[in-house]
């Protein structure tokens, strides 16, 4: 089993930053994605961003330019660097670990970007 646990979050002016973090535990293989995935109301979730064990690195095309995503494989963990965020940016983020064809998600964490 795989746990994923999440912090940072909250809200935000326009034009903020913040940082979300996720840690896994459990069977982790040696090769996996990490990333992040958000999802606004009535919507499907969406790719945000996800780095391989490998370095190899993907942005949701909103978002490319503004996030960065990062990850220390020693701890497993991954985080996501917002930045000039915007009203649109507003969802649930849900961390996400990809391996050996299962899907592990996180709790979710609400980034609400408002003035």
């Known amino acids: 089993q795989v746990q994923l646990v999440e912090s940072g979050g909250g809200l935000v002016q326009p034009g903020g930053s913040l940082t979300l973090s996720c840690a896994a535990s459990?069977?982790?293989?040696?090769?996996?994605?990490m990333g992040w995935y958000r999802q606004k109301p009535g919507k499907q979730r969406e790719l945000v961003a996800r780095?391989?064990?490998?370095?190899?690195?993907i942005y949701g095309d909103s978002v490319e330019g503004r996030f960065t995503v990062s990850r220390d494989n020693p701890k497993n963990a991954v985080s996501l660097q917002m930045n000039s965020l915007r009203p649109e940016d507003t969802a649930v983020y849900y961390c996400?670990?990809?391996?050996?064809?299962?899907?592990?998600w996180g709790q979710g964490a609400l980034v609400a970007v408002s003035s």
């Open positions: 780095i391989s064990s490998r370095g190899n690195i």
């Open positions: 459990g069977s982790i293989a040696s090769f996996n994605f």
């Open positions: 996400n670990l990809r391996q050996l064809v299962h899907d592990y």
